[in-house]
C-alpha cells in the first residue's frame, strides 16, 4: 500500500549527506517535545551501559553506530561516532566489519541505526568479538505495538514487513534500505533463533519509549503539531498514558549485555 505522508522538510537534502543530517540535528534541537523524546532515549542508553555508577576509564570504548543527527557525544564526549558516509561522523564504520580488537569494546549504541543493517547476524557476531565482558549492544528501535505497525508500515517511507521469514535484506544504495520490524523480528519473534546463535547474549525486557510527545512533535521531518507553549500540558499527557505504552509506543529500548 503507498506510504501516507512521505514528503516532509527532508525532501530538499540528500539522504545521507552532511547537511540531511544537520537539519535532522537542528530540528531534534528547536522542538522541545522531539528533544524531550532524545534525552529520554539517551538517558536509557547511557543507563543500560552503566555510565552513571560506573564512568568511562582511560582506554575504554564507546561506540556509536550510525551516528547521522544524533548528539549523543554531547552527552559522552569519549564516544567515537559513526556512520556508513564521510563526513557526518568521527569514523566510517560498517556494523558488519567493526574495526576494533577482540574484547576491546564497552558499549555499542545505536538509534535508529540496527534496522538499517543488511545483515545483522553479522554485525551481532562482531558485536560479540568487540565486545568486552559485560559490555552492551544498547539501541532504540521502531515498536511492534499496535499504533507503531499501522504508523510505521502505512505513514513512514521505509519498509515495515512484520511477516518476513529471513532477517537479511537488500541494500542497494539508500540509506533508506532497511527493514523496520527487525527488532521484533530477532529479539521477540525468532528468540529462540537468537539465543541459539548467541548463547552468551543476554537480551533485557524491551522497555517502552515515550509516544505521545513523540508522535505530536511531528519527528525530525515534519512541523510540530503542538505549539510550544502547550509543552507542559503533552509531558502530562504522555505521564498519564503510560499504561498504554504497550499499545501505542512508536519505539522501544533494547539492551544486549555480553555474559562476563
Known sequence: MK???????LDDYEVGSKEYFEFQKRAIFRKKLLKYCYDTWYDGLIQDANLIRNPVREGEILLELGSGGSYLKDRLPELITSDVVEGVADRVVDGRELPFEDASVRAIFLTH???HI????RFLSEAYRVLRPGGVVAMIEVAHTPLARFFFDRMHP???EDCAADWRFEQVASMMDSHQALSWMVFV??????QALYPNFRVTPMRFMPWFTYLVS??????????????PRAYLAEYISIPLRSLFALHWRICIQKAD
Open 189 to 194: 519473534r525468532d528468540r529462540k533463533r537468537f
Open 3 to 9: 506510504k501516507l505522508f512521505t514528503a516532509s522538510e
Open 218 to 231: 511531528g519527528g525530525v521531518t515534519r512541523g510540530q503539531i503542538l505549539p510550544g507553549f502547550l509543552a
Open 158 to 160: 521505509e519498509p515495515y
Open 113 to 115: 541505526a540496527f534496522h
Open 118 to 121: 543488511p545483515d545483522v547476524e
